[in-house]
């Protein structure tokens, strides 16, 4: 047996680095660290990559606050860690979300106005989606908002709403325009069900702005297809207190 093919393990060192080469499988397989020992003001986001690797299925384990962090500065690690990911659904939607098919933002019967032009603007959905995660990413990176990772200042708090509308809308685009695409990345992933209890948890959607169905709680996810829209809640007028000048408008039909 020629020594070359023992696979190195770290166990004995804690350098939690992923070398060029390493394979998937001997990836990642640094010793679970408590929240305590992950120094560095980057703890708080490698705690959040940790319990996603241990086990992604288990949103409620992910999503509770531990004790000794910070409410918002939890949300905004949280927010960040689905930013991140979300670039891999775009991934994914891009050979089917192309400018001749979804030639424009829709959702369950709604039409969004890109923000992320001097004035709002249609764009395609996938660029609505990529302009979408780069304003939400340069947001969360903007020193002036978040100047620090240990605590949020009070005005800042604002942006997590309004960046978690939006993104929200992406699983929402990816659910109702590319559902096999949305279930396979979903069912890989858990992140919609993720993103969907730290919202609840945090209050960061309304309740009326959900319109993906709880497939798990029915258990027939093939039931009603094509029924499971055509009553849009009424005008859903984003709260202008902040820069959030998109614009919602109603579309009919797709
Ligand atoms: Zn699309
Ligand atoms: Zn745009």
């Not at 991140?84 to 089917?96: D, G």
């Not at 990176?141 to 997590?160: A, D, G, T, V």
């Not at 992406?170 to 919202?199: K, P």
């Not at 709680?217 to 007028?237: A, F, I, V």
Request: net charge negative; aromatic share 10%; proline share 6%.
């Amino acid at each position: 047996m020629s020594s070359s093919d023992t696979i190195q393990t770290n166990t004995h060192n804690s350098l939690r680095r992923l070398y060029p080469g390493t394979r998937l499988e001997s990836s990642f397989t640094w010793p679970v660290e408590n929240l305590d020992d992950l120094d560095s003001s980057f703890g708080v986001h490698e705690y959040i990559q940790q319990t996603i690797r241990m086990d992604k299925s288990n949103v409620q384990h992910i999503v509770d606050l531990p004790e000794s962090v910070d409410r918002q500065v939890w949300q905004f690690e949280h927010l960040r860690q689905v930013c991140l990911e979300l670039s891999l659904l775009v991934v994914a939607l891009e050979p089917e979300c192309t400018m001749e098919n979804c030639p424009e933002m829709k959702a369950d019967g709604w039409l969004y106005l890109c923000a992320a032009h001097p004035s709002t603007q249609s764009c395609p959905a996938i660029d609505y989606i990529i302009h979408t995660l780069d304003g939400a990413a340069m947001l969360l990176n903007n020193s002036k908002y978040f100047p620090s990772r240990i605590s949020i200042p009070e005005p800042s708090l604002k942006h997590f709403q309004s960046i978690a509308r939006r993104l929200y809308r992406v699983f929402a685009h990816a659910y109702f325009h590319h559902r096999e695409i949305y279930q396979s990345f979903e069912n890989e992933t858990y992140l919609y069900a993720r993103f969907l209890l730290l919202s609840q948890t945090y209050n960061l959607i309304p309740p009326s702005l959900v319109t993906i169905p709880d497939e798990r709680s029915n258990g027939n996810d093939m039931g009603d297809r094509d029924e499971y829209r055509r009553n849009p809640p009424k005008q859903q007028q984003e709260n202008n207190n902040d820069t959030d000048t998109e614009t919602v408008v109603s579309a009919n039909g797709d």
